[in-house]
Nanobody, 124 residues
């Protein structure tokens, strides 16, 4: 089992940057694929990006490509989401999630462990 804690959210102006962190407990964190999802008010939660167990492979949603970068530091048991060129439509609660599935899934139902979320608000 793994516990996840997100941090790094906040208020930023359009065009700005934020780096979200997802810190995990447990010695087997490297056994999990980790993804970031987000949920805007009144909308369903959607996939943003995910990183493989070893950190060598990533997959980004179209909305994230070219602006967001996911990475992981195995020594620190932490996964990051670097977000740049932020837009008001990026405003949402951002969640990290972990799965033992070997591939990089994009469905939230494939992820067993979830953090509590961190709010990102982008002002215009």
């Amino acid at each position: 089992q793994v516990q996840l804690v997100e941090s790094g959210g906040g208020l930023v102006q359009a065009g700005g940057s934020l780096r979200l962190s997802c810190a995990a407990s447990g010695r087997t964190f490297s056994s999990y694929v980790v993804g970031w999802f987000r949920q805007a008010p009144g909308k369903e939660r959607e996939f943003v990006a995910a990183v493989s167990r070893g950190g060598s492979r990533t997959y980004d949603a179209d909305s994230a490509k070219g602006r967001f970068t996911i990475s992981r530091d195995l020594a620190k048991n932490t996964v990051y989401l670097q977000m740049s060129s932020l837009k008001p439509e990026d405003t949402a609660v951002y969640y990290c999630a972990a799965t033992g599935i070997y591939s990089i899934p994009i469905r939230e139902s494939d992820y067993a462990y979830w953090g509590q979320g961190t709010q990102v608000t982008v002002s215009s």
